[in-house]
């Protein structure tokens, strides 16, 4: 299957939310079911796609570069190549559109690449006597593994073959209650490392070793001691006190967190809005991928509360080995 990883650095503590919570925290970090921290498909997604509408709108005049519910016009011919990766924007739009109008307008602008779901690679937490560290899982690189495998990126494969290799771990960290401590890897050199740790300066720890628990239950647990748990509250603009029944807790992923997931292609298919409505091959795909994140790097905002400088992350795509 054709496709390559991608790479979520966090600059900032991010917020993907999955809606309200009954528990203590009342605006939760996205999860997977096993209680991992996860940034799903859908929602990276429509931020890459909101990425590549900016990148490609040049020109002053934006009046016609969204639609009137504030999305990307993919009639514009700047815009056009965004449509074709991610699909069109008009979807349901038209409350008078008849039903099979609409099935055939999902046909014909369905995206050509598809995403996985974002599973933390590393994710910093405090410890008893290293400081903060960089912490995973079994659980996490093996599902890494897999989608590694998947589109056949060799070097973050060999990477993660060195967990299970690495028998004499660089000592122990303390993280929690568990004084036993977790073993504590440090890895030679290789292209994936390099890859990770020139994200930025906190991921530069990395060199210094990585806390591997095997066990994931606890590994749930001493993922939680990272997790940012932010309590805040509306004051009451004529009295400049706490308004009633207005204190909530929101949750962030800390900055220097990195996540993977893969991008691949949906092929062959047809878009209208790719090469004139021509069928896309896994070529063809793939081009088109390129033009428009040609850049290795870049960096855009994912999740919510952005405007308090929330969610500002740097992505690295992987060109994988045989590409």
């Known amino acids: 299957m054709k496709g390559f990883p991608l790479l979520i650095y966090a600059i900032t503590p991010v917020y993907v939310g999955m809606g309200r919570s009954s528990g203590i925290v009342d605006l939760p970090i ?12 859908s929602s990276f997604k429509g931020a890459l796609k909101q990425w590549c509408g900016t990148k490609s709108d040049n020109s002053k005049d ?3 570069k969204y639609d ?15 449509c074709c990766l991610f699909g069109g924007e008009s979807i349901g739009s038209d409350e008078n559109a008849e039903a099979n109008n609409e099935k055939k307008q999902v046909q014909e602008t369905a995206s050509i690449i598809s995403l996985s779901d974002f599973y933390p690679l590393v994710i910093p937490v405090p410890s008893l006597d290293k400081g903060y560290v960089y912490l995973t899982s ?16 060799e070097n973050g494969k060999n990477w993660i073959n060195q967990f299970n290799k690495n028998n004499n771990p660089n000592g122990s960290v303390t993280i929690g209650s568990d004084m036993e401590g977790i073993p504590y890897l440090k890895f030679q050199d290789s292209n994936f490392e390099k890859e990770i740790t020139n994200l930025g300066k906190l991921a530069e720890r990395l060199k210094d070793g990585i806390a591997y628990e095997t066990d994931d239950l ?3 647990f001493e993922i939680e001691k990272g997790i940012i748990k932010y309590t805040r509250n509306k004051i009451n603009l004529e009295n ?21 997931g893969i991008v691949f292609f949906n092929v062959p298919r047809k ?5 004139n409505g021509e069928i896309i091959d896994e070529n063809k ?5 390129k033009e428009v994140f040609g850049e290795k790097e870049f960096y855009l905002n994912v999740g919510g509360k952005e405007t308090i400088g929330r969610g500002l992350v740097k992505v690295k795509v992987l060109y994988t080995d045989k590409r």
């Open 68 to 82: 009137k519910y504030g999305r990307l016009n993919c009639n514009d011919q700047e815009i056009k190549n965004c």
């Open 138 to 153: 079994k659980y996490l690189i093996d599902t890494l593994f897999e989608l590694f495998s998947s589109v056949e990126y």
């Open 218 to 220: 606890k590994a749930v």
């Open 30 to 41: 996205q999860r997977d079911p096993l209680g991992f921290p996860i940034i799903f498909s």
């Open 285 to 289: 795909a793939e081009s088109k991928f």
């Open 62 to 64: 934006k009046s016609n």
């Open 271 to 275: 878009n209208k809005y790719c090469e």
């Open 240 to 260: 400049g006190t706490v308004s009633d029944n207005a204190l909530w807790t929101e949750e962030y992923l800390p900055r220097g967190t990195i996540l993977a």
